[in-house]
């Protein structure tokens, strides 16, 4: 089936670091999403993006956070500067149209380990 | 604000079994849709089903099947015959039909362990 792959799966930095989570979704769809798990817990929502553009976000989606997809590259997900509760793993999805029923394609994640 | 509820934490069931679990939603919304998610040992998250609101009809993919109970808010799992590589945690979820909301809202998932 799609692939959604996410690099690196393991990433471990310095709390005040900036860190880049990369992303590469399935190559025909346009919404974009990521997720947060802590200790294989619930999957929080944090954002959703389309066209360029942040959608929708969480209150988890904190100032320190920021995403992007230059010119259909990689979509990132950027933390700068992390802190220690940034520690989880982070999911990417994506889904072709967004449409309500559409199911979303997960990566494997990375694991973010903030020291 | 949509909600998903998993008030079972884990289950563990001998294998060839049937197993339900169990998952409650919150919205205001009178179109939605309800998805079940599964994330192997490995964390590797996979959708297994998904009931549109509108439909009468309880969703059933291969072993899986879903017990949609509309007045109750409630969209169960059901498993039959299960095997030893179900064991996972599985993960309600819940979209949404309204304007641009794309956003799926997760539950807290339910760890299944399958014995021989």
């Known amino acids: 089936g799609p692939k959604v792959l996410q690099i690196p799966s393991h990433q471990i930095i310095d709390m005040g670091q900036m860190v880049t989570l990369n992303c590469d979704p399935v190559?025909?769809?346009?919404?974009f999403y990521w997720y947060k798990q802590i200790l294989g817990q619930q999957m929080e929502f944090l954002v959703n993006f389309y066209n360029g553009k942040v959608m929708e976000k969480s209150k988890l989606f904190k100032d320190q956070f920021s995403v992007e997809r230059p010119d259909g590259s990689y979509f990132t997900l950027k933390i700068q500067p992390t802190a220690l509760e940034d520690s989880a793993v982070y999911f990417c999805?994506?889904?072709?149209?967004?449409?309500?029923?559409?199911?979303?394609?997960f990566g494997s994640g990375t694991r973010l380990t903030v020291l | 604000a949509q909600k998903v509820t998993q008030t079972q934490t884990s289950i563990s069931v001998v294998e060839k079994t049937t197993v339900t679990m169990d998952c409650v939603y919150e919205t205001r919304d009178s179109s939605y849709f309800l998805f079940w998610y599964k994330q192997t040992a490995s964390g590797e998250i996979v959708f297994l089903i998904r009931?549109?609101?509108?439909?009468?009809e309880n969703a059933t993919v291969g072993h899986y099947s879903l017990n949609f109970q509309k007045p109750k808010s409630s969209i169960g799992l059901i498993i039959t015959a299960t095997q030893i590589e179900d064991s996972a945690v599985y993960f309600c979820?819940?979209?949404?039909?309204?304007?641009?909301?794309?956003?799926?809202?997760f539950g807290t998932g339910t760890r299944l362990q399958v014995l021989p």
């Open positions: 009931q549109d609101s509108y439909k009468k």
């Open positions: 979820a819940m979209r949404e039909g309204r304007g641009n909301t794309n956003k799926v809202v």
């Open positions: 190559s025909n769809h346009l919404y």
């Open positions: 999805a994506s889904s072709p149209q967004g449409a309500s029923a559409e199911t979303l394609y």
